[in-house]
């Protein structure tokens, strides 16, 4: 029997099942802000996390690292965009907007240094990515059923003391398919979360072969992942895959290449037997683009952001003042971000996302377990496909990707800081010589 106790990852791990298995339409009951349990608990991470700091015996660790330090700089930028914002009058949708997204922001920050400092080590933070892929092939599983049965199983995941703020659970149509939404907010959210779960529950399903276990249920779940994002009808799910396995081809052997170049086709071939006119549907999302109401809608507002980059160009309006309802979607994340963060918080968020990037290429270049070496590729895969989502859609307005985004983030912090704990320091070379 293990006597593994409760840890850092564990605590995230149930965040991790709010965030992705209570739907994301639920808020808690009694508050004014419309606030998730997943952000609530996000909040409680930071408490818990800021405690440890304090101490020397809990085992969370302290000192630099540049995950770490990419997550305070985001945390400083947000706090300054909102003093700033709020130093003087705001119309009352809009204060209140500031209020609201301030304190999701630092939930979803609090889980990143909960991660990248709480999680102890390569055996915890496997566990903690493995329990994340598994809840992600969930999500998939409730919106294939969405796509292919119309039965929606959110609409009997009822938690007391929660509240919707929407009547419906987000299936919406293109063309004659049924978009489903999982338990995320929106289709293009759920086809993006679907897409980060690629790359993840193709490590496992490769490292269970390679090991000689039992892989059937690892290649299960890619399967179901790989659907949910391509029944999600999303561009950016689409594109996010594509550039994800890009990576992934990068990183692979020769033999896993041609592997999973022969799957994927196989994999297309039985989609478009089991569902007739998808894969036409997904081809005619590109083929159309420059005729598609929907990009026409998104790059009209563009004008009207334009006049308030000018006004706000260093610290921007502040951080959830452009309503959509408002102002008008702006549907890409960079570009919200200069609007109400300013150029300062759009290099800042470019460098969070880069320094998660780095984090974990390091470990490549550190590590000689070719298992660390497929892990770290694969955290790479994922935020890219992050990276690629904000410029396709307002990324960081939906909780679900958002809170995944923080997580990636934090965990190639811990997959770093782990993998020098274990690398040997080389002696000095007089040392040596000695």
Known sequence: MSDQRADGATLVCVFLLMLLMIPARLVISGIPMSITPATLAGLGLGVIWFCCQLVTTLGVAK????????????????????GY???????????????????????????????????????R?????????????????????????AFDLTKYLAVPGLRPVTDDGFVLERATFRRPAGTTGHPIEFGVVCAIGVPFAAHYAYRAKEAGQKA?????????????????????????????????????????????LIAAAG??????????????TLYSLFDNISED????????????????????????????????EKYGPLDNQYLGTLVQNGYIGLIVL??????????????RAISADPVVRDLALSLIAAQSIVALGAATFDLLWFSTATGLTFVLVGASGALLRAVKAQTPVLPPM????R
């Open 85 to 123: 914002a709020t130093r003087n009058y705001l119309p009352m949708d809009e204060l209140e907007g500031a209020d609201r997204t301030i304190v999701v922001v630092f939930g979803t920050i609090c889980v990143g240094i909960a991660v990248c400092d709480g999680v102890k080590n390569l055996a």
């Open 267 to 280: 994999f297309l071939v039985v989609l478009r037997l089991v569902v007739p006119g998808l894969i036409g």
């Open 350 to 363: 470019i460098f969070l996302f880069l320094a998660g990037m780095y984090s974990a290429a390091r470990v």
């Open 430 to 433: 007089w040392e040596a010589v």
């Open 293 to 324: 109401p929907s990009i026409e809608g998104r790059t009209d507002d563009y004008e009207s952001a334009g006049e308030q980059i000018a006004k706000h160009y260093l610290l921007g309006r502040g951080n959830g003042t452009y309503l959509s």
């Open 216 to 260: 059937g249920k690892w290649w299960l779940c890619l399967a179901i992942i790989a659907a949910g994002a391509v029944v999600s009808l999303s561009r950016s799910a689409i594109l996010g895959m594509c550039l994800g396995g890009l990576v992934l081809l990068i990183g692979w052997t020769g033999k896993r290449r041609v592997q999973a």
């Open 63 to 82: 000192g630099r690292n540049l995950a770490r330090t990419a997550l305070f700089l985001y945390a400083i930028s947000q706090l300054a965009t909102y």
């Open 125 to 149: 933070l496997d566990m903690l990515l493995k329990f994340m892929t598994v809840l992600i092939g969930v999500v998939a599983f409730i919106g294939f059923l969405q796509f292919a049965l």
